[in-house]
């Protein structure tokens, strides 16, 4: 079964900096590309980045509200990605989701995590 | 970026009736080499995380049941649910993943009448 558990949430200050992680079983972490998905309270979904496979060369891609403040990185050895955010905002503020991307093979994002929850407020 | 739009914002629909929501990409995402459509449709309980339900724009998730189904091609695209369940109340997105950044529909909440 796949299964893939966010931690790392909480409440930061604007200006802070935060790492999630997404522990993942029951699948070849490895060969995914794995995504993250943010909901702010209340409103729909937003994909806020993406991180290749290394086999598919390891690259990054984000949305642009993000770009540049937000990191992705993996260690395969441990099953887990990271998501590390910088210089949060208020905007920042919501659940993010970790997701497997299927996006190439053309099936969409398979399996999602629980979510947790980020607060950034002073 | 594609921008998916999607109608209503809301349905209330009775037990056992239909119920269809419409989504409208503001480009193809009709993939010429495969002649797939990269669009996919997610339902998100109250309370849970989101769940693939069909992809391809029409090819069910393994485990979903028949009652959903998709049709669509090129930029309009819609989910049925066909004889509405009560476990069926929930948040539908649809999503295109044809081009990066992949982007979401603001959501339709389904609810029963």
């Known amino acids: 079964e796949v299964q893939l558990v966010e931690s790392g949430g909480g409440l930061v200050k604007p200006g802070g900096s935060l790492r999630l992680s997404c522990a993942a079983s029951?699948?070849?972490?490895?060969?995914?590309?794995m995504s993250w998905v943010r909901q702010a309270p209340g409103k729909g979904l937003e994909w806020v980045g993406r991180l290749k496979s290394n086999t598919d060369g390891g690259t990054t891609a984000f949305a642009a509200p993000v770009n540049g403040r937000f990191s992705i990185s993996r260690d395969d050895s441990k099953n887990t990605l990271y998501l590390q955010m910088n210089s949060l905002k208020t905007e920042d503020t919501g659940v993010y989701f970790c997701?497997?991307?299927?996006?190439?093979?053309?099936?969409?994002?398979?399996?999602w995590g629980q979510g947790t929850l980020v607060t950034v407020s002073s | 970026d594609i921008v998916m739009t999607q109608s209503p914002d809301s349905l209330a629909v009775s037990l056992g009736e239909r119920a269809t929501i419409n989504c409208k990409s503001s480009?193809?995402?009709?993939?010429?080499?495969?002649?797939?459509?990269?669009l996919a449709w997610y339902q998100q309980k109250p309370g849970q995380s989101p769940k693939l339900l069909i992809y391809w724009a029409s090819t069910r998730e393994s485990g979903v049941p028949d009652r959903f189904s998709g049709s669509g091609s090129g930029t309009d695209f819609n989910l049925t649910i066909s004889s509405l369940q009560a476990e069926d109340v929930a948040v539908y997105y649809c999503?295109?993943?044809?081009?990066?950044?992949?982007?979401f529909g603001q959501g339709t909440k389904v609810e029963v009448k």
């Open positions: 997701t497997t991307d299927r996006a190439v093979a053309g099936t969409g994002f398979d399996h």
């Open positions: 999503q295109q993943y044809y081009s990066t950044p992949p982007t």
């Open positions: 029951g699948f070849s972490f490895g060969h995914a590309w």
């Open positions: 480009q193809s995402v009709l993939y010429n080499s495969n002649d797939k459509n990269y």
